[in-house]
């Protein structure tokens, strides 16, 4: 009940939708019930938790920050649970509501969403990053335990960053993304939001493991996290890369520098040992990133056709009911998104860009595996810098995208990357561990020292 009041008195705009309070209450008390009957009720028996509105809870409104799912005429409505929310109930939690994120995922500050912008909770002239950003203010501004986010190129990590939060993207297909609205594929991942390291740790127990309607949830042995946590840096090798301080990335900014050093600082006094590594195709994520996220995004999009979901505009013949639906339903930032991946992917350019892209992202995996043969993970700032005020960089996409520089390579190489709260004497700022394929343990145990 406190929550729910938290959540109708925020100010900050994490929430979409809520859960009907009555069905909910209900939940809790048979919950207590149970404990007092000294019943299991589950690792996360009674944990209230919001969930980002691109992932689907049955019976309830998805939007996806997007009105060509909610508008009065088209309203869609969850048919099914997602595997992360079955695996969730399952464990005893309270699902709260939806969060507030950026259109299909689409964006760096959550102001493109079609539910309006989310304010960052540790000021609230700024943005909460994003897409997750409604997910982070939430667990920011204890509206909720945890969350769930969704990581297509950061989306997970950089609103973590911006708002003093944890955030773990798991590797590419430790977690099911069965329920969750796609943006790009071969990039997606779902993960845990949180305030501790330890309570990541908890969450991921939870939502690891094969799933038969994601082919892309691989089966490898899901471990305790927890057993993770407090082991302690000494002897581990921590490998820092060259170019994300160097000339090649540009807009480092001094305070986020000094916070990264500070940290290393600390890791070594504790036994760890820190060790320079080259990534030398840092500089081309970014273009690579969006070549490949928005052509894999024009593509899964094309199922918002006004037939199937959501908004159906008044229209004579089949085409223009295309058009005008689409026109009308989408916002800008993804309206760019699919004409730059229709124009990645069509005939005459498909080879110079998507194919090209593809190319390097090889070699940016690559980049890691070299790495990874000398450190067992690497550590560097999450954001180059921390969170912008509301409406800085809305008139540049461009600036936007730049933003990414850090969190996208994880992505592109299917790795686990976490961001933890680093030191700071102003808005918070957030440190990125990366660890080989399924080495979360890895990412925990250094993650569990920073924090
Ligand atoms: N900022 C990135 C983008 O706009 C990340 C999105 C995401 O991870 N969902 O595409």
Redesign the pocket.
């Known amino acids: 009940a406190q929550y729910l009041d938290a959540i109708k008195e925020d100010t900050h705009g994490a929430f979409i939708s809520v859960v009907d309070s009555d069905e909910l209450l209900a939940q809790a008390r048979g919950i207590d019930e149970a404990r007092a009957r000294g019943e299991d009720t589950g690792v996360l028996g009674g944990v209230p938790i919001a969930i980002k509105d691109n992932i689907c809870v049955k019976g309830g409104p998805v939007s996806a920050g997007s009105k060509i799912l909610d508008q009065a005429d088209g309203r869609f409505i969850s048919p099914y649970d997602a595997t992360v929310v079955t695996k969730l109930k399952a464990a005893g939690a309270l699902i709260l509501g939806k969060t507030n994120?950026?259109e299909?995922?689409?964006?760096?500050?959550n102001e493109?969403s079609a539910f309006g912008a989310v304010k960052n909770p540790a000021d609230p002239e700024r943005v909460p990053g994003?897409?997750?950003g409604g997910s982070a203010a939430a667990v920011a501004a204890n509206l909720c335990v945890a969350a769930l986010g969704?990581?297509?190129?950061?989306?997970?990590r950089?609103p973590a960053a911006f708002t003093g939060t944890v955030g773990l993207k798991p590797t590419y297909g430790r977690v099911s993304r069965f329920g969750l609205i796609a943006?790009?594929s071969s990039?997606?991942q779902i993960g845990p939001m949180t305030r501790t390291v330890e309570d990541a740790a908890l969450m991921l127990n939870v939502l690891a493991g094969p799933c038969p309607h994601d082919m892309t949830s691989m089966d490898v042995p899901s471990e305790d996290w927890t057993q993770s946590l407090g082991r302690g840096v000494e002897g581990l090798k921590i490998g820092v890369p060259k170019e994300y301080f160097g000339p090649g990335v540009e807009g480092l900014s001094p305070e986020v520098r000094a916070s990264v050093q500070e940290t290393l600082q600390r890791l070594e006094s504790q036994g760890a040992q820190i060790q320079e590594v080259s990534l030398p195709h840092t500089k081309y994520a970014v273009a690579t990133?969006?070549l490949l996220?928005?052509a894999e995004?024009s593509s899964n999009l094309a199922r918002f056709d006004g037939v199937r979901y959501g908004h159906r505009a008044e229209a004579r013949e089949l085409q223009e009911l295309y058009t005008k639906s689409r026109s009308e339903g989408f916002g800008p930032?993804v309206k760019r998104?699919i004409m730059l991946g229709t124009y990645v992917l069509s005939a005459g350019f498909y080879d110079a860009y998507y194919k090209k892209a593809q190319s390097v992202r090889t070699l940016i995996t690559r980049d890691f595996e070299n790495a990874f043969k000398a450190v067992d993970v690497i550590l560097g700032p999450t954001t180059p810098n921390v969170a912008f005020r509301l409406g800085e960089k809305t008139n540049d996409p461009l600036q936007?995208?730049l933003?990414?520089i850090f969190?996208?390579s994880c992505?592109l190489a299917g790795l686990p990357g976490i961001s933890v709260p680093g030191p700071t004497s102003g808005l918070p700022i957030g440190i990125q561990i990366l660890a080989p394929h399924f080495r979360e343990d890895l990412v925990f145990q250094a993650a569990s020292v920073i924090e």
């Open positions: 994120l950026d299909f995922a689409m964006g760096s500050s493109n994003g897409s997750s969704s990581d297509t190129g950061g989306s997970i950089q943006f790009a990039l997606d990133y969006y996220a928005t995004a930032e998104r936007m995208y933003e990414d969190t996208i992505n």
